[in-house]
């Protein structure tokens, strides 16, 4: 028996772009259909695909193992005792049956054998494809003890840190919990990922804009870019004027195929505030407003909560992240807090030296010699946000409907705060 397969163990990195490692072993057929088969495999570009051997134990840690079985045309009779013999106790997460024989009498007999999926002998690269993605997302789904959370950053007040901020707590998530974890980039016009990343996007947001097209998982996975780190990110458009092209119905969209792929979805929702901002907001189970020890920033604050709740948004309520805390300024975090009318979530200390070699090198703060006291902190962030992930929330109005809703007399007055 193999030792248990761990994905993270001797396997190469994944391009961009790749979701799940997949994990198959063929069985059946002689040495030619083997090869026919494992050569088939190989022309598919979009996965990755690691070949282990038969014995290998399937769901042993994070892992799972997909069967690919060539069956003997010959033999119908055989199939079903072919099938339990080769996937005792459920042992692999799927059975794909292979046949040389594509008539509708045969696919129902492999089916009826226990097969989870048919494909023809050898392979069509391109159904092969849509099979096993189709079989790694069901195998996502099924795992239900994997809690699942979006969360979104804003801040109305420029130069506050949201974008790095964004960045440094996705990847303290991912290095944390080990969950498959991605980012989204809102901040459509100053795109500042790929320089926080320090990696230029192969592909990009635009390339989901047709609206004539639907947004699946399919077709998201392809324009996703893949970080050394292991995070998965959606950069902005190439271009600042491509932004005009994302539109909130197209940012709904894709968060709700990135909530089924991801355990973990951060989004920088920027400065700059839309209708697909609200879109995300809603459907956030955590909305991080991010500010700093400045008069400019309070006021901006103080702006937004206003709005917040002219919106009336109740899915979920904002928590304020004071950024770049300096303990020797007269702006406490007291005197914030009397001004929000609302306590401080979290303070992340200010640490000049750890930016500024992050700048220069280009490496995430957990590649850094200095910047321990911000990770630690970032990591508590972490842990305090991944908690039981909320459903998704419903369909709710417009941004113009809030709006128009807002300003009717029944709501009231804002309790103070503009």
């Not at 490692?21 to 069985?27: I, N, Q, R």
């Not at 750890?354 to 321990?372: H, M, N, P, V």
Request: with cysteine; aromatic share 6%.
């Amino acid at each position: 028996m193999s030792e248990a397969i761990t994905p993270q163990e001797n396997q190469p990195a994944r391009k961009s772009g790749r979701l799940r490692p997949l994990f198959v072993a063929t069985a059946g057929g002689d040495d030619a259909q083997q090869a026919a088969l494992k050569n088939a495999l190989g022309q598919i570009k979009q996965l990755e695909i690691n070949f282990v051997e038969e014995d290998a134990q399937g769901r042993s840690g994070a892992a799972s193992v997909i069967l690919m079985l060539i069956l003997d045309r010959d033999n119908p009779d055989g199939w079903r005792r072919e099938l339990r013999r080769r996937n005792p106790d459920q042992r692999f997460e799927s059975v794909i049956a292979l046949l040389d024989d594509d008539s509708p009498i045969a696919l129902r007999a492999a089916l009826r054998a226990g097969a989870d999926d048919v494909l023809e002998m050898p392979p069509d690269p391109d159904r092969a494809y849509h099979t096993l993605l189709r079989v790694s997302e069901l195998s996502s789904r099924r795992d239900g003890a994997r809690e699942k959370i979006v969360c979104s950053l804003v801040s109305v007040s420029g130069g506050v840190g949201v974008s790095h901020l964004s960045v440094s707590l996705a990847l303290a998530m991912n290095r944390l919990f080990e969950r498959r974890t991605v980012l989204m980039e809102m901040d459509l016009q100053a795109a500042p990922f790929a320089v926080l990343l320090n990696q230029d996007p192969e592909h990009s947001f635009s390339e989901l804009a047709d609206p004539t097209s639907t947004i699946d998982s399919i077709r998201l996975e392809s324009v996703l870019c893949k970080h050394e780190s292991g995070l998965y990110w959606l950069a902005a458009p190439n271009r600042i004027e491509e932004a005009e092209l994302i539109s909130a119905a197209t940012v709904e969209a894709t968060l709700k195929v990135l909530r089924e792929l991801f355990d973990v979805v951060v989004i920088d929702c920027g400065t700059h505030l839309a209708e697909s901002s609200i879109v995300a907001w809603e459907r956030s189970d955590h909305l991080l407003y991010v500010l700093d020890q400045t008069v400019t920033s309070i006021r901006a604050a103080q702006r937004f909560l206003a709005l917040y709740q002219r919106l009336g948004i109740a899915e979920v309520k904002p928590s304020f992240i004071l950024n770049r805390y300096n303990p020797a300024s007269p702006i406490t975090q007291e005197r914030i807090e009397r001004a929000l009318a609302q306590p401080i979530y979290v303070r992340l200390a200010r640490e000049d030296k750890a930016f500024a070699e992050q700048q220069i090198t280009g490496a995430d703060l957990w590649k850094i010699r200095s910047g321990s006291v911000v990770r630690e902190q970032l990591e508590g962030l972490a842990r305090k946000l991944y908690g039981a992930g909320a459903e998704e929330p419903a369909q709710t109005r417009s941004l113009l409907g809030r709006l128009l809703h807002g300003l009717s007399p029944a709501r009231g007055k804002n309790n103070g705060i503009d």
